[in-house]
């Protein structure tokens, strides 16, 4: 019964800025990890950020200074902020959490996805 929803995907010119955010619903126990990926048409989908449990954090090389991962435990959301996004930022992001749901065991859960585009 868990669902993860993405929104702040669109278009927007080189140099520009987008925040995406994730929410997890339904019965959740608890929630680890979590993490914003991006899958480009032909290419293997990739960590862009990542956070721990106790708010560590870890980017991409190519999004370094760029891009800032956060989280709201009181609301079930991973944020990315993106700065100074490139035509090569231009992918389908994904939110990705461990999370323990009900009475269950701690497992993977994605988001639907939404489209970045990056105009040059």
């Known amino acids: 019964q868990v669902q993860l929803v993405e929104s702040g995907g669109g278009l927007v010119q080189a140099g520009g800025s987008l925040r995406l955010s994730c929410a997890a619903s339904?019965?959740?126990?608890?929630?680890?990890?979590m993490g914003w990926y991006r899958q480009a048409p032909g290419k293997q989908r990739e960590l862009v950020a990542g956070?721990?449990?106790?708010?560590?954090?870890n980017y991409a090389d190519s999004v370094k200074g760029r891009f800032t991962i956060s989280r709201d435990n009181a609301k079930n959301t991973v944020s990315l902020q993106m700065n100074s996004l490139k035509p090569e930022d231009t992918a389908v992001y994904y939110c990705?959490?461990?999370?323990?749901?009900?009475?269950?065991?701690?497992?993977?859960?994605w988001g639907q996805g939404t489209q970045v585009t990056v105009s040059s």
């Open positions: 956070i721990t449990s106790g708010s560590s954090t």
């Open positions: 990705k959490m461990y999370l323990r749901a009900g009475v269950g065991s701690t497992r993977v859960y």
């Open positions: 339904g019965s959740i126990f608890s929630i680890n990890a």
